[in-house]
């Protein structure tokens, strides 16, 4: 592996949980500690007050609150819709100023990777292109993602000098290759035809592009002939995120929701094992998101008997008594990496957070002082929360609304741990039974189906007595039939 790849702490010999710049890498067990040795289990959640004086590998940057498309999932929620005026109206703007960005970027120490997303670089070319200069002016490998729903030439004013200074990945989003499905799931009937424009774009002019697709009940059964599909134009770059609902007004009214977390594994598995066979790929990221009670006890927490302690409170979870857990597994303890929404923050002048699924804030920035000082109200602080909950991932009952981390299955429990701590790197993942995939994909397509003309909810609703996909997909067909005589 090129050690450019990697992205490790330079202070410490800590486990670094972000994912390699490029290429695909299953570690070795050895590679791979256990929870108590990966994550810290102590760390002060007000200490140090600035985060100039603490190393932090990577910064995901938003700075632009502004979108062509309106996809119905955004994690951005409903952020992107306001006018310039309503977001004066709170204190707020739409666009990070320049020297604001600098300042952002200065008051961190230690970073080696500079991640911009817009929310969409394209919206604003020149001040996109002078952010991934001034990263570059930094030493900063860089990269970038868009939804390319843009002509060619407002690309390369965006990119094109990033692309030929080195910038080391363009990430384009689709979540599918069927027209109906993306542009459903981009809010925009011109999404997907533009896109494609531009991932030709990329691949005539060898930029070094990944698709990224979002995972939703909608897309599900679409997304490995997408992914063939892409590979067959010439694509190398692949990664997989499940769509959740934390930053969405009304998830149900565009048929969004967290697939189920078995049919998330599945997909995964049916990824990796195409994906084995083609030794071409450039990167390929998969995240586990949930684990089986054996990647707990070898993987995730890595001791016996601290996931027997941990299935006993997750026991107590569910039987509604109080309890701690035992052991910390959320990789945001160690400040790895920030997002930086630069627009937020009690003043508006930027916020940052620890992951950005979890929807709390660690630090804010103080134009005077030009530093992110840590929050020091215990209610505010976001890694207090996270310390505090009672879910190995603390984004869990934000993402799946669930009240544990068990997700019951047909092939056994799953659990919630973490978006980030298995992505690429079990180095033993389990495996399920090669004929629930197609089941899985039988019962999303009706599920597709289905939200065309009714809620999530209550397709759930139909389904929540079945124990199967099979099951399930007879049940809602029957359902189906019966609503549209
Ligand atoms: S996804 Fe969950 S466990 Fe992972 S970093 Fe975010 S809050 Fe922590």
């Known amino acids: 592996m090129d050690s450019a790849d990697r992205i490790t702490w330079q202070r410490s010999e800590t486990y670094s949980p972000l994912q390699l710049r490029s290429g695909t890498h299953t570690p070795c067990p050895s590679e791979f500690p256990p929870a108590r040795k990966r994550v810290s289990q102590n760390p002060d959640p007000y200490r140090p007050t600035t985060l100039k004086d603490r190393e932090i590998l990577r910064v995901t940057y938003q ?241 016996g008997e601290e996931t027997d302690a941990y299935l006993e409170h997750v026991h107590q979870m569910e039987a509604g008594r109080e309890s701690a857990k035992p052991v910390h597994v959320c990789p945001a303890l160690a400040v790895p990496q920030v997002y930086v929404f630069a627009n937020d923050g009690g003043s508006g002048h930027g916020q940052v957070s620890l992951c950005n699924i979890h929807p709390g804030a660690y630090a804010d920035y103080q134009p005077d002082t030009r530093e992110w000082r840590v929050i020091q109200d215990p209610e505010r602080n976001q890694m207090q929360q996270m310390l505090d909950s009672p879910h190995l991932c603390p984004a869990t009952p934000g993402a799946y609304g669930s009240v544990s981390d068990r997700f019951p299955t047909e092939a056994g429990d799953l659990f919630a741990a973490c978006r980030y701590v298995g992505s690429n790197q079990m180095p033993d993942p389990s495996r399920f039974p090669e004929d629930l995939y197609p089941q899985a994909v039988d019962f999303y397509a009706l599920v597709a189906q289905g939200v065309k003309t009714q809620p999530f909810s209550r397709i759930l609703r139909v389904c929540a007595h079945e124990e199967s996909f099979a099951a399930k997909t007879r049940t809602l067909a029957v359902h189906l039939v019966a609503e549209a005589d």
């Open 63 to 303: 700075g632009d609150d502004r979108c062509q498309l309106r996809c119905p999932g955004c994690f951005t929620g409903e952020r992107l819709t306001a006018t310039p005026q309503e977001a004066a109206l709170d204190g707020g703007r739409k666009s990070v100023p320049h020297d604001e960005f600098v300042g952002h970027l200065d008051a961190f120490s230690g970073l080696q990777d500079f991640f911009l997303i817009g929310a969409e670089p394209t919206m604003d070319p020149g001040g996109s292109a002078a952010k991934l200069r001034h990263a570059d002016e930094r030493g900063l490998p860089r990269m970038s993602i868009t939804n390319g729903a843009v002509s060619v030439r407002r690309f390369e004013d965006t990119f094109g000098e990033a692309l030929d200074s080195g910038l080391y990945k363009i990430n384009i989003s689709i979540d599918s290759m069927d027209p109906a499905v993306h542009n459903q799931l981009r809010g925009r009937s011109f999404a997907l035809a533009r896109t494609l424009e531009i991932v030709r774009h990329c691949l005539r002019r060898k930029a070094p592009l990944k698709i990224q697709f979002t995972v939703w009940p909608s897309n599900y059964s679409t997304i490995v002939s997408s992914v063939e599909e892409l590979y067959a134009m010439g694509v190398r770059g692949f990664a997989f995120h499940a769509g959740s609902v934390e930053g969405v007004a009304d998830p149900d009214r565009h048929g969004l929701a967290h697939v189920d977390p078995l049919a998330w594994r599945l997909l995964v598995q049916q990824l990796a094992d195409w994906g084995k066979e083609r030794p071409d790929l450039e990167h390929f990221n998969l995240p586990y998101l949930v684990f089986t009670e054996r990647e707990l006890r070898t993987e995730v927490i890595g001791d």
